[in-house]
């Protein structure tokens, strides 16, 4: 599979084509705007400029993420949440620490990675928890069960590399966005390429610590 594309939310104003106009650079100030602009090292002030409209606008199509007309939505904000976690990922403790392997599911950022003795093994990739009414559970588990090509038996949906830890719910890929939709049923949803990896990497009885709480979308 290619690389996705991530479909930031713009407003309705600005969707493309909407009354006729094409947006090129958006003039909006997005939820994400201040940090975005932290990220970029752009002035800090939490208002969309031209100059800022170009630098977000760089930094999405680099980042397959459209359309990049440099409105910081919430899709914007949640790639530079990831990137920031990429470089110290449990700089906070959260999890665990161990001899074995520990899969890290943060809720709060929406990522999950591996670590062992300290060192990550697996870096932070972004998921997607379950939609409202259907959070994923928290709580420290086992993977107890592991299906390549599983077909799930409730929603008749593919679930490849599927990783159960805890009852049905399993960390496992999806063929659309993990930024799209509201959340899923309780899984914890990875992009295809990033669940082969980690099914490359794991096995039975691996530790996984599920913490914090998903936001609004």
Known sequence: MGPVRH???????EVQGEGGAKVRCSTSTGPAQKAVEEFLERQPDGTQSPEDCQAIRSFQRAHQI???????GPVTGAMVRL?????DPNHDQRCPERTVRVVCVDLNRQIVWVQQDGEVIFRPVAVRSGRPTMETRTGTYRIYWRHKNHISSLYHT???????FDGGEALHGVYD????????????????EDSEKLWGLLDRNDL???WGHKTGV
């Open 7 to 13: 479909i930031e939310l713009v407003p309705r104003s």
């Open 66 to 72: 459209e359309p990049a007309t440099g409105f910081a």
């Open 208 to 210: 996984v610590y599920v």
């Open 177 to 192: 966005d993990v930024y799209a939709g509201s959340g899923s049923h309780g899984c914890i949803n990875l992009q295809w």
């Open 158 to 164: 593919p679930m490849p590399f599927a990783q159960f």
């Open 83 to 87: 990137l920031r976690a990429q470089k």
